[in-house]
Structure formats: C-alpha cells, structure tokens
Nanobody, 121 residues
Framework: QAQLVELGGGSVKVGGSLRLSCATP??????MGWFRQAPGKEREGVAQ????????YYADSVKGRFAISLDSAKNTVYLQMNSLTPEDTAMYYC????????????????WGQGTQVTVSS
C-alpha cells in the first residue's frame, strides 16, 4: 500500500498563503494531484502534474493563485496557495498514480489522509 504523507494545512486569513506538501517515500508516480472537498460539496480537482513532462493543470477557480510543483529528488509534490479566500476552505487531499483518464477526469490509485485548510476573514 502506497504511503502519501501530507503536511501544511492550517488556518489563515483572507489573502494569506499556505503551502501543502505530499511525500511519497520511495516511489515516483506518473501523475500527482491535489483535490479538495468542502462540507456539503463534492470533491473537486484542484491541480495536477505529470511527472515525466511536468505538464500541470488547474481548476479555473485557482488559476493564477495556486501552483503545483514536484521535487523529484524528495518524491514530494507541493501546492503553493496564494491569495486565499474563504471559498478555498476545504479538506485537501493528495492523490498519486493515475490509471485512467486525464485532467480533469483522471482517476487515482492512492490517496492521502487529507489536510484541513481554513480561510477566515
């Protein structure tokens, strides 16, 4: 069973920044993604990166504010989140190893435990 270790969630004021990280010790996967789910809402894809070519994809709601990146040496993917708004409040999940489809409908094998991001005014 793959291990995805998520760090970096927390509480921040509107306009603030947070950086999430997701480590996959010992493994490199073809694709990594970040998803989020707010209370009462469906899970949505936030960002995705293909490790081979570095192609990245973003939800329209986060374009220009969030950035996904990969440190291959550390087997770690990051999500830098800037200009946060209360609408970004959600549980954020890291996902690894897509096996079907591509953004925004890629399906992933492995999931992290989630990290809470709360943005307050």
């Amino acid at each position: 069973q793959a291990q995805l270790v998520e760090l970096g969630g927390g509480s921040v004021k509107v306009g603030g920044s947070l950086r999430l990280s997701c480590a996959t010790p010992g493994y490199t996967y073809n694709c990594m993604g970040w998803f989020r789910q707010a209370p009462g809402k469906e899970r949505e894809g936030v960002a995705q990166i293909y490790t081979a070519g570095g192609d990245t994809y973003y939800a329209d709601s986060v374009k220009g504010r969030f950035a996904i990146s990969l440190d291959s040496a550390k087997n770690t993917v990051y999500l830098q989140m800037n200009s946060l708004t209360p609408e970004d409040t959600a549980m954020y999940y890291c996902a690894a190893s897509s096996y079907e489809g591509r953004w925004p409908r890629a399906k992933f094998r492995y999931w992290g435990q989630g990290t809470q991001v709360t943005v307050s005014s």
